[in-house]
């Protein structure tokens, strides 16, 4: 994002160092932050509300370098000052009329300074409890490729609702209003597209053509594979992504139910299921995964989703300021409630049917460690070939039994899935 000196202004730079600055507080997520600064000063224009939003994650991304150039106290203004010079590479003339002379004398100091290498966690750009964590299940030079990559950000993904069209036809469109887009590589509904062009008014969204989701999280709704006719359970909806997309997948027959513990969540889903024609989705708000509500689907459905709630860590080039709010205690409670809520969604499950768990993480006590202990405790389910189940659709990825996706290997947010069948009754 090389900007020009005459496109930005005192006052944009003002308004980033504000945004950052409540953003590091890390008391919201900065998506949450950024909004509402945007609605409380309405009169920033879109090109103004990129450069401060890509300003603010650049930064966000790259904090224990920027620290370690500028000290660990640096304000929220010197730290943007330095990323502006350092990690964007602005030239000295950009800087005129932006900062005064002693900011640029401190600039070029800045731009000359250089650094030790450091330690693993300083050359990962993340807490070194992190770094720890995930050196546990691979070796150095892999981590920080797999860091560098979580570093950039995410292309923009779109799945293509089959209900009201399919992929060419989109992609043709797209094509006569000039965006550029390409099918995904895996999904074989997945669209991404070359830049972030705003999509909310093209007459495709409007309409429900399309979707924004991430070609990993697409892959989960395949791994369930829910037909025709089906009951259907969506255990931990949340904002409905994968709901959309079962429902479509079922050619909005048979029964699907939205599960979620916030109110709010789902009353936003309601008029996305209406843009994406789906009349089989039962939302159902519930206090707990052993609500009452979830006892009466007790063996009676064919397919249940886990997407369980989770540390989120595979999702940094979207939400980079989550391994800053993340910690050890953090990922200990997300670890007790996956087991919970794992081990209540599989009672919904009937002879032969299947359960999917899933999570965003990159943590192997979030996954493989859920996935283990819960096989163990149960030997009425088996587990079934991810690889197999996604080969069968025409999907020729490779990842093993169990779904591991990698933004450094697949381009795709780090998503985990294990595919688990009911074989039957016995406790």
Request: aromatic share 6%; hydrophobic share 45%.
């Amino acid at each position: 994002m090389a900007r020009h000196e005459e496109a930005a202004s005192r006052g944009l730079l003002i308004h980033a160092a504000q945004v950052l600055g409540a953003v590091l507080t890390f008391e919201h997520p900065a998506d949450v932050v950024l909004s509402r600064h945007f609605r409380e000063n309405r009169e920033i224009g879109h090109r103004d509300r990129g450069f401060i939003a890509e300003a603010v994650y650049g930064i966000v991304r790259r904090l224990r370098w920027l620290r370690r150039l500028v000290g660990d106290d640096a304000r929220p203004r010197a730290l943007l000052l330095a990323w502006l010079a350092r990690g964007e590479g602005w030239p000295m003339r950009h800087f005129e009329g932006l900062a005064s002379a002693t900011e640029r004398d401190w600039i070029t100091e800045i731009k000359a300074r250089e650094l030790d290498e450091g330690s693993l966690g300083e050359r990962a750009d993340m807490p070194d409890w992190l770094a720890e964590r995930l050196l546990a299940t691979q070796d150095e030079a892999a981590l920080l490729e797999l860091a560098h990559s979580l570093n950039r950000p995410a292309p923009l993904d779109l799945r293509v609702n089959v209900l009201k069209s399919d992929r060419d036809k989109v992609l043709d469109a797209f094509k006569v209003n000039g965006i550029e887009a390409v099918p995904c590589p895996y999904s074989p509904q997945g669209i991404r597209l070359a830049g972030k062009p705003a999509l909310q008014k093209h007459p495709l969204f409007l309409d429900g053509s399309f979707e924004v989701q991430d070609e990993g999280s697409q892959l989960l709704g395949f791994l369930v594979q829910p037909k025709r006719g089906e009951l259907v359970v969506d255990f931990c909806a949340g904002a409905g992504g994968k709901t959309l997309q079962l429902g479509a997948l079922m050619r909005s027959t048979g029964r699907l139910y939205a599960f979620d513990v916030s109110e709010k969540r789902l009353a936003k889903l309601k008029p996305r299921f209406a843009r994406a024609g789906l009349s089989n989705v039962h939302p159902v708000l519930i206090a707990h995964e052993r609500d009452a509500k979830v006892k009466r689907l007790a063996g009676k459905a064919d397919r249940v989703l886990v997407d369980a709630p989770c540390s989120g860590l595979g999702t940094l080039r979207r939400n980079p300021d989550l391994k800053w709010r993340q910690t050890p205690e953090s990922v200990a409670e997300m670890v007790a409630k996956q087991g919970a809520i794992l081990d209540s969604a599989a009672r919904l499950v009937k002879p032969g049917g299947r359960l999917v768990y899933a999570t965003c993480s990159l943590l192997a006590e979030e996954n493989d460690a859920i996935v283990d202990a819960f096989l163990a405790a149960h030997p009425e389910f088996r587990q079934v070939s991810a690889a197999e189940v996604l080969g069968k659709q025409g999907i020729a990825l490779d990842t093993g039994e169990r779904l591991r996706l990698s933004p450094r290997v697949h381009d795709t947010d780090g998503f985990f899935a294990a595919v688990l069948e009911r074989v039957n009754d016995a406790a």
